[in-house]
């Protein structure tokens, strides 16, 4: 971490140099917070760590878009940084393969009207040149849900592999037969279509052992036995996580306003089975979804999941929540 922070102070310090600017700082973004990693200068900004919702930099992830405001005092989102700012531009920053908003480079001037055109593309440029700085960073980031219906937690962690990804994690929980630790790994393409996954751990005295795959003509096995209820589906679901909804949400990628309805396969828990299941995505906002989903024996859930600008949801409803999560 040592050698990382060294390294971005030395980029913000050049990107300072190299332009008419007072201050520069280069942030970190996880999936509920904003934290200053490295700026010019001995004055740290007035906000080191803030909400992910707040401020120009919280505008410029949520868009995805570099924000420019030439008068921060005609601003309602600016966040003070110094009291004497004039002007304040942010560039979000992606990371390299996955093109999750993992950082961001924030550049200010005390005077107002102080960015050009010329300074936007040199900006843009330099967010692309030091994305290495959060290569990575989607491997072992952690994040921690609480359940809220029964006592219990939930971790989990993405890994890009050979291909695609892996979505890691552990979920313990109090079923009705007793406590419960399930170890699960799914792995999905470059498409985020889910092609394998495994599921280890115990439900009270019995143990659990799931092995699920998809092939490459949409048919699904469940320990090696065809379950064609599920025959073309995308989508694993796994009902004791929050974490698969990652999977589509990447995979649809939706706009503010945009619809889409997914089949997905999913495993009942306790029973183990894999059913179909109809889910509705709507995108009402940049950070939150309206989601439908037509579980099997007619029942239905309707419910808004809030997400992060990397796709985690952070809260599920009223039925998770998250409460920790780093790079």
């Known amino acids: 971490m040592g050698d990382r922070r060294r390294t971005a102070h030395a980029a913000a310090e050049l990107i300072r140099a190299a332009g008419p600017y007072r201050w520069v700082g280069l942030y970190d973004v996880a999936p509920t917070t904003i934290t200053a990693i490295a700026w010019t200068g001995s004055e740290a900004p007035a906000f080191p760590t803030f909400p992910i919702t707040q401020g120009l930099n919280g505008a410029a992830v949520t868009a995805r878009a570099p924000i420019i405001v030439q008068d921060v005092a005609g601003d309602s989102r600016y966040l003070t ?7 304040e531009a942010i560039f979000p920053v992606a990371a390299p393969g996955s093109g999750r908003i ?6 200010e001037s005390e005077r107002a009207n102080a960015f050009t055109a010329k300074d936007e593309e040199f900006l843009r440029a330099c967010a692309e040149a030091i994305a290495g700085l959060w290569a990575g960073s989607e491997a072992g980031r952690p994040i921690l849900w609480r359940r809220l219906d029964v006592p219990g937690h939930d971790a989990a962690t993405l890994h ?9 994690g552990m979920a313990i929980f109090r079923d009705e037969r007793g406590p419960t630790a399930l170890h699960y790994r799914v792995r999905c393409d470059a498409e985020w279509r889910t092609t394998e996954a495994v599921i280890d751990g115990w439900c009270g005295a019995r143990p659990v052992e799931l092995r699920l795959r998809r092939d490459h003509a ?18 694993l ?32 828990w306790p029973g183990g089975v894999l059913g179909p299941l109809v889910q509705r995505y709507a995108r009402r906002s940049l950070m939150e979804y309206d989601y439908e989903a037509e579980l099997p024996g007619a029942a239905r859930f309707v419910g808004v999941l809030r997400v992060e600008p990397g796709g985690w949801v952070v809260d599920y409803a009223g039925l998770w929540r998250v409460e920790e999560a780093v790079r």
Not at 102 to 107: K, N, R, S
């Open 218 to 235: 949409g048919g699904w096995t469940l320990n090696g036995v065809p379950c064609p209820a599920v025959a073309g589906c995308a989508d």
């Open 237 to 268: 679901d796994l009902s004791f996580t929050p974490a698969t909804n990652l999977l589509p949400v990447r995979r649809l990628d939706l706009t503010v306003g945009q619809t889409a309805e997914v089949r997905s396969a999913w495993l009942e």
């Open 81 to 87: 940084t110094f009291g004497t700012t004039g002007a």
């Open 160 to 168: 890009q592999v050979a291909g695609g990804a892996e979505l890691r």
């Open 102 to 107: 993992a950082g961001t480079i924030d550049v």
